[in-house]
């Protein structure tokens, strides 16, 4: 090995801080006329301060300097002489801790790859907290929906209740409703008891745009009341209640057509007409 690849090998010792002043000197007075020496100290130099980005900052203790050089004196006592004295153009006599740019490159290499390694830990948790929070929140909206569902379930099984216990009520008062040589047909039933009056239409197109149907309640010698306003869906069918006073009276039911909204009167001749049976 020739002196000028040993003097190179303090590169990594001087970026590192690892020399006595004694060598710091001898080492830079070599640099003035070693361009060899220069570039593998900005090498080594430029590893050094990756090295140093990549890692956690701590400010070392006071007493680490002394510590290290005591150590490096107690291997090997420092040399005798005047400082100021010109190096000698010999090799160095021992090499430094660090004396290899090779094992300097797998210290930093070691470094960089341990950040990436924690960098992609903590993109994995990310994304797992992504997903189970993203997972929470659709969960979340189908217990929503589900409870809406429900309630919406209930409330049609309630009605549905309410209509079969007024259909089958022994008070209730029915009348069909029908028209000669017409296909459609009504059924009413009248709950006095419950205030309630049940329609169930069949085989009657929807009104017209702007057009309804409209139910209407007629005693002896008095004007018709109106019952309520209603229209069939695309099959021709409707069953739909109605609130009625208690102290109603109902002899005849019948169905008129009338703007959409109902109308304060019949506008139009009765199309569906029935009497209202006893109990």
């Not at 002196?3 to 303090?10: S, Y």
């Not at 948790?125 to 969960?139: D, F, G, K, S």
């Amino acid at each position: 090995m020739s002196d000028e690849h040993l003097w190179t090998g303090w590169a990594a010792s001087y970026a590192l801080g690892a020399l006595d002043d004694d060598e710091r000197r001898t080492f830079e007075v070599h640099l003035e006329t070693c361009a060899a020496c220069r570039a593998e100290l900005r090498s080594q130099s430029d590893v050094v301060a990756s090295l140093g980005r990549s890692l956690p900052q701590h400010e070392p203790p006071p007493a680490l300097r002394s510590r290290i050089l005591d150590e490096a004196r107690r291997v090997r006592p420092l040399r005798a002489g005047n400082a100021s004295k010109a190096p000698p153009a010999v090799v160095p006599p021992r090499q430094p801790a660090v004396t290899s740019p090779v094992f300097a490159r797998w210290i930093a290499a070691a470094a960089v790859l341990a950040t990436l390694g924690l960098t992609l830990v903590f993109a994995r948790e990310r994304e797992r907290r992504t997903v189970l929070e993203r997972t929470v929140a659709v969960l979340a909206d189908s217990a929503a929906r589900l409870d809406t569902a429900l309630g919406e379930m209930a409330s049609a099984v309630s009605e549905r209740d309410s209509l079969l216990a007024a259909i089958l009520s022994p008070d209730v008062r029915t009348a069909r409703l029908v028209a000669e040589g017409q296909p459609p047909s009504a059924r009413v039933y009248w709950d006095r008891q419950r205030g309630k009056i049940i329609i169930a239409v069949v085989d009657l197109p929807a009104a017209a745009q702007g057009r309804a149907y409209q139910l209407w309640g007629i005693a002896g010698g008095q004007a018709p009341v109106s019952l309520g306003v209603f229209n069939t869906g695309p099959d021709g069918r409707v069953t739909i209640a109605f609130d009625v006073p208690p102290a109603a009276t109902i002899d005849v039911a019948a169905i008129t057509e009338e703007p959409a909204g109902g109308s304060p009167g019949p506008t139009s001749q009765p199309f569906l007409v029935g009497g209202i049976s006893p109990p």
